[in-house]
């Protein structure tokens, strides 16, 4: 696809060498033909010195950014891509090249706003449909949780944030009682992707993430979580129709406090997905968890929560405004086979997203679910049933390529038809986060 746009592009634009009687054809010179068969550091060197005396021709510019570009220097091209859209900020050309240096450097805000306005200025050009063909790439990333862009050799997430807990529990005798938990939190994930192509990832991974009481301690415990995983990605398309996979394996530990494992989890998840648009997303997942706790309870046949979980997920995305603005609606079934039969249960779940735009280049995120729980084998003196309800608000804002901030809101509520088992948890804080 490159090369093809290259081909329309050398076309007989001229230039003035430096050291020649009159203007020849851009094509016909040596940074032409050496950016052509992919000599790019000789390309970068001949334009460099036809823009001494084509200081504002748009087509050495343009190519001047797309050697820097090959070359790895991002930097260098975005800065030469920025002064020639302002000699001429309406170029289809500059905007759909310079969006391909954004999205592959992942400012992936910045390439969309690149894209569409390709598609709004040429609609039925070759660079419209490739403008199309990254949006629906991008889409198809954000769902398989893959960046823009070819992936890293190694990647590095690191967040530190504030959170309050404030917890609402039902009591005995009828009066509620709360406990009210300031926690600082630090989340650390290491990727290494040992095949990193285009349409493939192979991916393995390891997080860390630790929650420190720093008020009421006596009433909480510090939490501390390790997960290592890998995975395999791959984005495609086929008969028009984009395609996603990811399948996943996990191993996960919790402990509390510095004492012996809460729980350990392992675990895998497949989930595929295919877009016939860049305005629609469907995705089917199945997720397959086998969790042992070192609790077993008062007698492991009624109260152990060793279990086997399976769940299978159907979602569907909308999106709108060039996905800017993205809205998910999804239903999810779960069984729960546990070796104490009092954490038998199954039943389904609903949940709807949206995502949008806000001012200043911040980001609204919104969600809410609604789970129901049926107890099939609960021993007790009534039938156990419990529905679930939360919602989750964040805003977010990028700060520069690697820096990101954001604030959350949680608040969930669940129902017992045994009212002692019933509870509310509200939690909102603040956190930023560094990624590389």
């Keep these: 696809m490159r090369r093809r746009l290259i081909a329309l592009l050398l076309s007989a634009t001229a230039v003035t060498p430096v050291r020649a009687e009159g203007p020849i054809p851009f094509a016909n010179t040596e940074a032409a033909q050496a950016f052509q068969s992919g000599r790019y550091d000789v390309a970068l060197r001949e334009l460099l010195r036809l823009r001494e005396t084509n200081p504002r021709n748009l087509l050495v510019l343009r190519y001047l950014a797309m050697s820097y570009d090959r070359l790895g220097r991002v930097n260098d091209a975005l800065r030469v891509y920025i002064e020639a859209l302002a000699l001429d900020p309406e170029n289809v050309a500059l905007l759909y090249h310079s969006g391909e240096t954004l999205y592959n450097a992942r400012y992936a805000e910045d390439a969309r706003r690149h894209f569409l306005a390709v598609i709004e200025r040429a609609p039925d050009s070759e660079y419209a449909r490739r403008a199309r063909e990254y949006l629906a790439d991008e889409t198809r990333r954000e769902a ?94 086929w008969a028009g129709v984009g395609l996603f996979g990811l399948a996943r394996a996990f191993h996960q530990t919790v402990r509390f406090d510095g004492g012996p494992d809460y729980s350990r989890t392992a675990g895998a998840a497949l989930q595929v997905g295919a877009s016939a648009s860049e305005r629609a997303l469907t995705q089917a997942t199945y997720r397959f968890t086998a969790d042992d706790f070192e609790d077993e309870g008062f007698d492991p046949a009624f109260a152990s929560r060793d279990a086997l979980n399976h769940a299978i997920e159907l979602e569907q995305t909308f999106f709108f405004l060039g996905n800017r603005l993205r809205i998910s609606l999804g239903a999810k079934y779960q069984k729960n086979h546990a070796e104490g039969r009092n954490f038998d249960y199954d039943g389904p779940a609903y949940c709807a997203a949206a995502s949008a735009p806000l001012a200043f280049g911040a980001r609204l995120d919104a969600g809410c679910e ?19 309800r939360e919602w989750n608000v964040a805003i977010s804002r990028r700060l520069g390529r690697n820096w990101s901030a954001t604030l959350h809101f949680n608040d969930a509520d669940e129902d017992s038809s045994i009212p002692a088992l019933s509870y509310g948890r509200r939690a909102w804080g603040a956190s930023v986060a560094y990624e590389y």
């Design 144 to 237: 398989a949780h893959q960046p823009p862009g070819p992936p890293p050799l190694f990647g590095l997430q690191a967040s530190l944030g504030w959170r309050r807990d404030e917890y609402r529990f039902a009591a005995a005798l009828g009066a509620d009682r709360t406990s009210i938990v300031d926690r600082l939190t630090e989340t650390v994930t290491v990727e290494y992707f040992p095949v990193r192509r285009s349409g493939w990832a192979v991916a393995l991974d390891a997080t860390g993430y630790g929650a420190q009481a720093l008020r009421h301690r006596d009433a909480a415990n510090d939490l501390w979580q390790w997960t290592v995983g890998a995975r395999v990605q791959r984005v495609g398309q």
């Design 370 to 388: 609604y789970r129901e729980e049926t107890y099939r084998n609960f021993a007790g003196p009534a039938r156990r049933e419990t529905t679930r």
